[in-house]
């Protein structure tokens, strides 16, 4: 078998589905760097029942990566190398591999996709994951990021392509952009800090509807509502509110539907939602009442609300909501209009050559795409720096 398709033991959990023994097994797969970056995140977070896959082209970063299951893809085309921010290269990649992809996929009911859009693998390969992943009948959701608007106009146009590419692929998907990052941040907050805000996102929806799945509560609901819910349903929204005091649960429930970290877009006229409670033994009717008439108020008159509550007393005197609203009516065209505003208004300051070069340290851009983002132009060391990593690794091997 491949040195880097690895086969995981973690075992199976089964589940009563309509009184029927059941199996229900949940994937994660991060694509490229940054969906890699955010599976090790995830399991840092001892997350349980889910498996975790990393697939990329770059053999050393997959290395290092905590995955119970590690996909090389494009061996031939790309040699173990990254794919030099080309989309093109990691379509091609994952087409390669896809008999690797599909072995990998096999006996999942519930798979997440996530990937940073904009850069090579993760634009390219994972519409070809999802497809594969469709045509084994799985429920697919794509959990994808968007670049910074500081970024170059071709990366944010290659994201925007990527993204169109995938959710014709997925059942459902949800849109983080990096640009909200900067919005919750000061001088203070770290990059690892920052890039941790955004992987909660993926965390708690991820564990809100696996603990859904998996484990018992007082109202209980199963695989097959998270398939009417994100089943065919196109864009998605989830987010995680949390609240304590007189009015926690109208509060929380506000703080899940309205989270920053996801792209300003109106839940109403919506299709569909599924709304998690967790809270400790004093959880009331009325509080619940209250949180879902809110969301119901928003949605479409037809629009189907399943819900589940679950018992954590280590929350205190607090109450969770983790809340997946699907069938958004808003369209890619007005995200992509939305992205291309935010590049308009964001402040262009052009930098030294010391400060363009120490500005990104990532293999995904060319030479051409930060000269012409910063005016400058690269020579000498800077300019080998600046070539894509699988051409500059290859030059290496040559000399």
Known sequence: MDEYLLKSDIPEVKISI???????????????????????????????????????TDAQALETSLADIKVQIG?????GLGTGGDPERGKQAAIEDKEKIIEILEGANLVWITAGMGGGTGTGASPIIAEAAKELNILTVGVVTTPFAFESGQRMRQAMEGIENLRTKVDS???????????LSDKSTTLKESFMQSNEVLK?????VSELILKKGLVNRDLTDVQAVLQNKGRALMGTGMAKGENRAIQAIENAISSPLLEEVS?????????????????????I??????????????????????????????????????????????????????????????????????????????????????????????AEFMIPAYKRKLKDMKT
């Not at 059941?22 to 991060?30: C, F, H, Q, S």
């Not at 599976?39 to 977070?45: G, R």
């Not at 109403?268 to 009717?285: H, Y």
């Open 18 to 56: 309509d009184d029927t023994s059941a199996i229900a097994r949940i994937k994660v797969i991060g694509v490229g760097g940054a969906g890699n970056n955010v599976v090790d995140e995830l399991i840092k977070s001892n997350m349980d029942g889910v498996e975790f896959i990393a697939v990329n």
């Open 289 to 382: 009442n209250s949180a879902i008439t809110i969301v119901r108020q928003k949605l479409h008159a037809e629009a189907n609300i399943y819900w589940g509550a679950y018992i954590d007393d280590s929350l205190g005197e607090a109450i969770k909501f983790t809340v997946i609203i699907s069938g958004l009516p808003d369209s890619l065209k007005t995200l992509e209009t939305k992205q291309r505003a935010i590049s308009v208004t964001a402040v262009e300051q052009p930098a030294t050559k010391n400060e363009s070069t120490n500005f990104y340290r990532g293999k995904t851009p060319t030479p051409s795409t930060l000269e012409d983002l910063y005016d400058v132009k690269f020579d000498g060391e800077e």
């Open 204 to 208: 708690q929806a991820v564990k809100g």
């Open 75 to 79: 061996d031939s085309l790309c040699r």
């Open 267 to 287: 839940i109403e006229g919506s299709e569909a939602a599924l709304i998690i409670v967790f809270s400790d033994q004093n959880l009331g009717m009325q509080e």
């Open 173 to 183: 998907y949800i849109v983080v952009p990096n640009e909200k990052l900067l919005k």
